[in-house]
């Protein structure tokens, strides 16, 4: 059973810090829940699934005969125990917890005018979303608060970032969210400036070769504008497009971003194919500037390759997809997010030391969309696609090895949760 919430519109007097976005946890033989897409089809009368397996090593996974649908291309992202989904198609946003029994039920559903597409979250108790200008128009942002326990909305706000409107339809730019993250009284977002055409999805701007993030006061008050919007040329835009972990967290307070960079951007989404190196970029706990002494060329790191994903898996630790250079790849736009060429691998990055390790046993791969992770026992669970089909790959923390498992029986497996 399920309760459909009013939106309420009152502001959270205080929050604590945003946590890292990874967990962790003794599974102890529970079952693991997985947000399952069966096919390969993006269109907004598709169902996916979640389900529940113990066994990710050797059973097959597929929705067929159980599962809970989940109309329409979903984003997941889960908060303490709750898992919410945000959906196109629908309009609403479900919050999913376990039962005593384990099950799992609805807790809370509301509907929302734009969906929210960029998640962020405050320790395990607040989620954060926003959604992006899709038609192109100098309106306010909203930014949804909403209480993990419950699965309730607590507050809708609107917000500016960065509008410039010249008056002609296509040469102006609108500012679309690429990340959040909280630290102590400030919130930062992470922005591209995409051009204000009808739908301004096509990331078309002189600055795209710059890295952009707008700081405010929090919690933020309705028509809040920015304190002030730093920017960085060592990089570019912050994050890709759909990645929920474009700006992480991590639990001493500093702040990373991940840019793709210029070289092979037609690939990743963009317009824009400069000489830009890929980087990871990084705002420390207490400071509202990045930092002038730390980048992280992943360019140079990697042989030329680009950062396309990343993911806290605890202390200064993150998993990443690098997208290594193919020349056939690199010239068809959004080929990173097909199924036409596997060009990515899966790496280790430790952000204090600033270095880069291919994570073995994982084959090179394709992948659109990703949860935040979950360390779950000392494990982390990957859905990782490769010509041959889907399967699940086991990831060892303290090895830095993944073990190939269970074959996917569909499309991929956007996310794996312990609730």
Same mark, same amino acid.
């Given at each position: ?31 693991? /829940? ?7 089809? @993006? ?14 090593? /050797?059973?097959? %996974? ?9 109309? !329409? ?16 198609? @629908? ?15 609805? %807790? @809370? ?35 949804? #608060?909403?209480?993990?326990? /419950? ?5 809708? /706000?609107?917000? =500016? %970032? ?15 969210? !690429? ?63 759909? @990645?929920? =972990? ?10 990373? #971003?991940? !840019? ?11 317009? !824009? ?5 890929s980087g990871i970029l990084r705002i420390n706990s207490g400071e509202t500037e990045f930092d002038a002494d730390y980048f992280l060329n992943i360019s140079e790191k990697t042989d030329g390759g680009r950062i396309f994903w990343f993911s806290s898996i605890g202390g200064n ?39 880069? #390790? ?22 982390v669970y990957l859905s990782i696609e490769t010509p041959d089909g889907a399967h699940v790959y086991e990831y060892d923390v303290a090895t830095n090895v993944a073990t190939k498992g269970a074959k996917i029986v569909g499309k991929t497996i956007k996310g794996f949760y312990d609730?």
């Amino acid at each position: 059973m399920f309760k459909r919430s009013a939106l309420t519109l009152a502001v959270l007097a205080a929050m604590t810090g945003c946590g890292s976005d990874s967990s962790s946890s003794d599974n102890s033989g529970d079952p693991i /829940t997985m947000s399952f897409k069966v096919s390969a089809s @993006n269109s907004a009368d598709q169902i996916e699934y979640l389900i529940q397996q113990e066994d990710l090593k /050797t059973d097959a %996974i597929s929705a067929q005969g159980a599962g809970y649908e989940q109309t !329409s291309w979903n984003f997941y992202y889960a908060v303490g125990d709750t898992l919410f989904i945000s959906g196109y198609g @629908n309009k609403e946003m479900n919050a999913y917890q376990a039962n005593d029994g384990g099950d799992l039920e609805k %807790i @809370n559903t509301f509907l929302f005018d734009e969906t929210p597409e960029v998640f962020g979250h405050i320790g395990s108790e607040t989620l954060l979303a926003t959604d992006q200008p899709r038609s192109g128009a100098h309106v306010p942002s909203v930014l949804y #608060t909403l209480d993990a326990q /419950t699965g309730q909305a607590t507050a809708k /706000t609107s917000y =500016t %970032i960065h509008h410039k409107d010249t008056g002609v339809r296509g040469e102006g730019t609108v500012a679309a969210a !690429s990340g959040l993250a909280v630290e102590g009284d400030k919130l930062f977002v992470a922005f591209h400036k995409w051009d204000d055409s009808a739908g301004g999805t096509n990331y078309r701007t002189d600055e795209q070769d710059t890295a952009f993030v707008a700081v405010y006061d929090y919690p933020l008050t309705d028509n809040a504008e920015p304190l002030k919007i730093i920017s960085d040329e060592r990089t570019g835009h912050i994050g890709v497009n759909g @990645n929920p =972990t474009n700006m992480i967290r991590l639990e001493n307070g500093d702040i990373y #971003t991940m !840019s793709h960079g210029g070289v092979g951007a037609i690939a990743a989404g963009f317009s !824009s194919n400069s000489e830009t190196p890929s980087g990871i970029l990084r705002i420390n706990s207490g400071e509202t500037e990045f930092d002038a002494d730390y980048f992280l060329n992943i360019s140079e790191k990697t042989d030329g390759g680009r950062i396309f994903w990343f993911s806290s898996i605890g202390g200064n630790k993150v998993l990443a997809r690098i997208l290594t250079a193919n020349e056939a790849a690199d010239q068809v736009s959004w080929s990173a997010f097909g199924k036409d060429f596997h060009t990515m691998k899966l790496v280790l990055i430790d952000l204090e030391e600033q270095t880069v #390790t291919d994570v073995e046993g994982v084959p090179m791969h394709q992948k659109r969309w990703t949860s935040p992770l979950e360390v779950i026992d000392g494990k982390v669970y990957l859905s990782i696609e490769t010509p041959d089909g889907a399967h699940v790959y086991e990831y060892d923390v303290a090895t830095n090895v993944a073990t190939k498992g269970a074959k996917i029986v569909g499309k991929t497996i956007k996310g794996f949760y312990d609730l």
